[in-house]
């Protein structure tokens, strides 16, 4: 019996007034798979993943993930609020700023959440907290608040808020753009750790490096569409498209440098 993937995107469409962002993107994603969506700014890459959270609206397609099924475009019904949190409280996002709550310790930021929407009993929203914060490597910064992290840590603090959700997915927004290099490998560590878990992803993400390890499918973008996709050594380092060539040579030239 064939495993129905645990995101599938079909025929989606957004536009923002007359630019077209989105042009009828096909994807899958299987359970426990890793994608890393690469492309030049203005591809698409971050508003495919905003759809995926439904934090952005597409004009036409549909989204499954997991259960979740929403189609868009003529004939069908606005999403209730109902429906949208229910939703997104099961696709956790991190994005390139950490957005952490400045008036929160760190246990508090990730227990808000949780005892909000879940309605977790607060010892064992911060028990998950704790072995959240473990995972991460920030046990002993649990009392501490936002102000005295590094931009590494409040990223770590950030994944560990979403993972606190327990959701089915995780879509990373180019989560180490943000950060100073010497701090890029921490969060790269995170995640890495959690594709060895299982947790299906799907990551944009300008490190051509972790994206070829960590990724069981790599998906070049541009001008809102899905030049090349494949396994990700294969496009990485052997792209068929002239236009995948052209964005990684840059990468590979930087990396014999």
Do not use: W
Not at 45 to 74: A, M, W
Not at 81 to 90: I, S, W
Not at 166 to 175: G, H, K, N, S, T
């Amino acid at each position: 019996m064939a495993i129905e993937p645990k995101i599938e995107v079909s025929g989606l469409r957004k536009s923002f007034g007359p630019l077209h962002v989105l042009r009828d993107i096909n994807l899958t994603v299987e359970p426990g798979g890793v994608v890393a969506l690469i492309g030049p700014s203005g591809s698409g890459k971050s508003t495919l993943l905003r759809c995926l959270n439904l934090l952005v609206t597409p004009d036409r397609g549909s989204i499954r993930i997991g259960e979740n099924r929403f189609s868009f475009g003529p004939g069908t019904s606005p999403l209730s609020k109902y429906k949208l949190a229910g939703f997104r409280a099961n696709t956790g996002m991190v994005f390139q700023h950490f957005n952490l709550f400045p008036h929160l310790s760190v246990i508090g930021n990730i227990t808000e959440a949780p005892m909000t929407v879940r309605r977790m009993p607060k010892a064992q929203a911060e028990a998950l907290a704790m072995e959240l914060l473990t995972k991460v490597g920030l046990p002993d910064k649990a009392r501490d608040f936002p102000s005295r992290l590094s931009g590494g840590q409040k990223q770590r603090v950030a994944i560990a808020r979403a993972l606190a959700m327990q959701p089915e997915v995780m879509l990373f927004d180019e989560a180490t753009s943000a950060l100073d290099p010497e701090l890029v490998g921490e969060v790269l560590a995170v995640m890495r750790s959690l594709a060895h878990d299982g947790m299906t992803m799907v990551i944009v993400t300008h490190e051509m490096a972790f994206a070829r390890e960590v990724a069981d499918k790599v998906i070049f973008m541009r001008d809102g569409v899905i030049v090349e996709e494949g396994p990700a050594n294969l496009v990485i380092d052997e792209p068929q498209n002239p236009a995948t060539r052209a964005f990684l040579a840059h990468f590979h030239r930087k990396d014999s440098a």
